[in-house]
T-cell receptor
């Protein structure tokens, strides 16, 4: 079955430090991969997506992610974190499953990012 | 282009009541998916509608139902509310089905007392 693992439940970084959030997926075919961010009480905002082509993907707010097929990973990075980046981050894989109970977007459990001043 | 809108944003109900939540997708988007988000279970898929037909359904009891109208707007209904139904309900729209990019609304926070 398709699945997404975000190994880190909570990460704290200092403002200005670099950030890497890990994401591993299990999917039998070439995946479509997404990162979303959610501020408290809000919906999910799309940060970036990978469909094909260049394995390094640029997104909004200075984020980037790298697709590594050999490691089944799609880690999110930012060179310098701002206090406003504090939020919860979700990795997801798009699944070409019709009629399935998981739906077409399978999410990880999320990583909560705290930023120290 | 306006984003996904959900109404109401907040709702308080008591056990046994029923509730209807509404979602208006991005203009031109034909697929609408619904998710339930709770601190314990995370994001759970409820169902997907495309061209007024339910295409996928998650593992939720029959108390959870939905529909989609010809203008792609969607509603979900929860009958006989239970305390455990308290959650953030998120709607997402996409141009088409499959693994197309989903864009989320702000959610409806449902509290069941």
């Amino acid at each position: 079955a398709q699945s997404v693992t975000q190994p880190d439940i909570h990460i704290t970084v200092s403002e200005g430090a670099s950030l890497e959030l890990r994401c591993n997926y299990s999917y039998g075919a070439t995946p479509y991969l997404f990162w979303y961010v959610q501020s408290p009480g809000q919906g999910l905002q799309l940060l970036l997506k990978y469909f094909s082509g260049d394995t390094l993907v640029q997104g909004i707010k200075g984020f980037e992610a790298e697709f590594k097929r050999s490691q089944s990973s799609f880690n999110l990075r930012k060179p310098s974190v701002h206090w406003s980046d504090a939020a919860e981050y979700f990795c997801a894989v798009g699944a070409f499953i019709y009629g399935g109970s998981q739906g077409n977007l399978i999410f990880g459990k999320g990583t909560k990012l705290s930023v120290k001043p | 282009k306006a984003g996904v809108t959900q109404t109401p944003r907040y709702l308080i109900k008591t056990r046994g009541q029923q509730v209807t939540l509404s979602c208006s997708p991005i203009s031109g988007h034909r697929s609408v998916s619904w998710y339930q988000q709770t601190p314990g279970q995370g994001l759970q898929f409820l169902f997907e509608y495309f061209s007024e037909t339910q295409r996928n359904k998650g593992n939720f009891p029959g108390r959870f139902s939905g529909r989609q109208f010809s203008n792609s707007r969607s509603e979900m209904n929860v009958s006989t509310l239970e305390l455990g139904d308290s959650a953030l309900y998120l709607c997402a729209s996409s141009l088409s089905r499959g693994a197309d990019t989903q864009y989320f609304g702000p959610g409806t926070r449902l509290t069941v007392l």
